[in-house]
């Protein structure tokens, strides 16, 4: 059963720390990319929905385990006609038919997952062959000084912020399944370097 901590403060200790404005510009120049029939992963407390173009999706799917960030997301605020869905699923076994997305979109949520190399394949199943797959991803730094750091806090940063690993690879784990076509990386500004470099861009389905 989950603590106090797990049901009532991480939920809004995620959407307060995922919805600071260096992410929000993030967002802003990755999600308005995704078109047709869209995926997000762990959807957490709904921060990309304002970004998506009613116009160019048809339809937008959000998984989550988390009950209490569903419910965030579900007040989320979103453009005026973006059909949405919101479901209790986990990104490691998705209840969806191989080839029913045309774009999956994950943000901060491959570090959270248990094991983000079968979430990758999960989503490369249910997206159609060239479908894409938009992400923006924390992880592994590249400084030798900032990763013995990230090795040695993760145990107590996984415990404190729900699973959230600070070590995971993310371009190789994508470009593991996936043909990377747009790669950026860089630390985000004024975020601790131990969880702020970040990964983004689009990768597509082959
Ligand atoms: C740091 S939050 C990021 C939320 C959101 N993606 C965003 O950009 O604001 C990590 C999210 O991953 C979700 N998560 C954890 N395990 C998951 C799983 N197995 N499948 C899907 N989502 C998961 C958490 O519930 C949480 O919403």
């Not at 809004?12 to 869209?38: D, H, N, T």
């Not at 995926?39 to 957490?44: F, H, T």
């Not at 750091?149 to 107590?156: K, T, V």
């Given at each position: ?109 491959l570090c959270?997952?248990?094991?983000a190399p ?19 991803e924390?992880g592994s730094a590249p400084?030798?000084?900032?990763a ?17 690993h600070?070590t995971r690879p993310v371009g190789s784990n994508i470009a593991a ?20 470099w970040?990964e ?7």
């Open positions: 059963m989950a603590s106090f901590y797990q049901r009532h403060i991480l939920p809004r200790l995620i959407k307060c720390a995922c919805g600071c404005e260096m992410v929000e510009q993030k967002r802003a120049a990755i999600i308005p990319g995704a078109s047709g029939r869209v995926l997000e992963l762990g959807i957490g407390g709904g921060l990309n929905m304002k970004f998506y173009d009613p116009a160019r999706v048809s339809g937008l799917t959000g998984i989550d385990p988390s009950p209490e960030l569903r419910a965030y997301a579900q007040a989320a605020p979103r453009a005026a006609g973006l059909a949405v869905e919101i479901l209790d699923a986990s990104a490691d076994a998705m209840p969806f038919a191989h080839a029913s997305f045309d774009t999956v979109v994950t943000t901060f949520t959270s997952v248990p094991d079968r979430a990758l394949a999960e989503a490369r199943r249910v997206l159609r062959p060239g479908g894409q797959l938009l992400f923006c924390h400084d030798a000084g900032v013995v750091w990230q090795r040695r806090l993760e145990p107590l940063w996984k415990r404190a912020f729900g699973g959230c600070l399944q996936f043909t990377i076509e747009q790669l950026e990386s860089g630390y985000m500004p004024k975020a601790p370097r131990l969880a702020g970040v983004w861009g689009r990768a597509v389905a082959v």
